[in-house]
């Protein structure tokens, strides 16, 4: 248990003098910060809010999230206590409660049951600290932190992306934006993940990048094990201006950051269990595709619907015999590819489609710089004699304006 008070949520369905008792010996065990009630009358008497003082022994707040707000900036809380029960609180609300809890750097503890509140490690820098997160596995969060990142190159900023990944380098890594294929056939060679995210960032972005790892992600995105925060430490001693940090899978980086961009793939991963605690988080959501997200308004989260439109990083002729190789099925505009693969993180199906790649004469592999893009499809095409153009992923708002968003983000707007 978290030592120091505690909030106590409580509710109407219980007699006020069972859960006085309940309260009193809180009090005594571990201190009280806070009473709040959230709903239900059933075991009141008619005039109880007027009473609620007398009633419980102490003062009791009402408005549930606002009230967890003024409380948690007010008080010296560590952590929320339910008290409450069915009907009052349903599962999906007691899992929103636990999750704005946990967003407010408190502990939730019910009977049975204990959350930790994730920590963040600080970073020391003067200039503004970024995060790009997600909902889960290729969401775009490279395309976005890349896209991001070039439109503060481009604004004059000399920002840095700090990525941690699944198969990110074991002490935090810089990569040059020089970095080309012969340095990922390089690195391919001695076994290293050559498809990484900070590999990509720096080819596809144009910009300095920190490679790092995490093993794990926790029910609300917390890495078991990562060296993001020696990763961050390590850009902020770049010659940069802006730190941009980089999600993995659901995962979230471990540090404090100033502004948070959340990208939406599935609502449901979204809006389910604790899955709410990534937008309390975010200052914009990111939403792919068509519909909308309740839920965000709701929170006071802006939403713009985006989507990724794919284009080569180079010109490809217009009579080259192109070879497509993704991990999803859409084509960029004007490429008309013999071959198109959607198995580059599918392996022995992959392999196949390059032998169609061959026996085609395709001369040209365009290709994602994800999966098996490097110790697969690039050595292929360098035993082919074909030339390598990697595929990046544009976003692109759909009825907002994306790049002013973000850019406001930086500014503080």
Known sequence: MAPGPVIALIDGEHHPAAVRDALDRLEEERGLAGVVFVGGEEKLPRDWSARAEELYGRPVRGGGYDALYRLAATTDAR?????????????????????????LGLDWEAPGARLTAPHYEPIEFDGPK?????????????????????????????????????????????????????????LSSDGRHAASDYLE???????????????????????????????????????????????????IPPV????????VGDRGAL?????????MRADLALLMGAGSLEAAGALNVPQIRFEL???????????????????????PDGLD????????????????????????????????????????????ARREGARLVFLRNRPVGLDDALDAALMGLVDGD
């Not at 809006?271 to 937008?279: E, K």
């Open 79 to 103: 952590a929320v206590v339910d008290l409450a029960d069915e009907p009052v609180l349903t599962t999906r609300r007691r899992f929103r409660l636990a999750a704005y809890s946990l967003s």
């Open 130 to 186: 970024l995060a790009v997160i997600g909902t889960g596995k290729r969401t775009g969060k490279t395309a976005v932190a890349g896209h991001w990142a070039g439109l503060m190159r481009a604004a004059g900023g000399r920002p840095v992306i700090v990525c941690m990944g699944r198969g990110g380098p074991a002490e935090p890594e810089v990569a040059a934006p020089e970095t080309g294929v012969d340095d990922l056939l390089r």
């Open 201 to 251: 960032g720096a080819v596809l972005a144009g910009v300095p990048t920190v490679g790092c790892r995490r093993v794990g992600g926790g029910l609300v995105g917390e890495p078991g094990e990562s060296n993001v925060a020696e990763g961050g430490r390590l850009a902020a001693s770049l010659d940069v201006d802006r730190l941009i940090f980089e999600g993995s899978g659901a995962a």
């Open 256 to 263: 404090e950051v100033d502004r948070t961009v959340l990208i």
């Open 271 to 279: 809006l389910d269990a604790l899955g709410p605690y990534r937008l």
């Open 309 to 331: 439109r794919p284009e080569p990083a180079e010109e490809v002729a217009g009579d080259a015999r192109v070879a497509l190789f993704s991990t999803g099925p859409a084509v």
């Open 337 to 380: 590819p013999l071959v198109a693969s959607t198995a580059l993180a599918r392996r022995p199906l992959l392999e196949a489609d390059l032998d169609r790649a061959a026996a085609a004469g395709c001369d040209t592999y365009v290709t994602e710089l994800k999966a098996a893009a490097i110790d697969t499809v690039a050595e292929r």
